[in-house]
């Protein structure tokens, strides 16, 4: 009983730590999408980067 116990708290640890990072890969690509959005807004595609 006590081995089934230890199973299904380290189970119980495993899920815990899974949706953690589930959570930080969401937040992670939301970041991404937000950082593309702003790099979008502030570029100026009539700039010329090159010098003469």
Known sequence: MEIEDNLDSS???LEQN???L???CYRAKE???KMI???NL???IST???SN
């Open 48 to 50: 010329n980067y090159e």
């Open 37 to 39: 959005e702003e790099l």
């Open 11 to 13: 189970r119980d640890g």
């Open 18 to 20: 899974i949706e953690q």
């Open 42 to 44: 502030t570029s100026d």
């Open 31 to 33: 970041e991404k999408v």
């Open 22 to 24: 589930e959570i930080k």
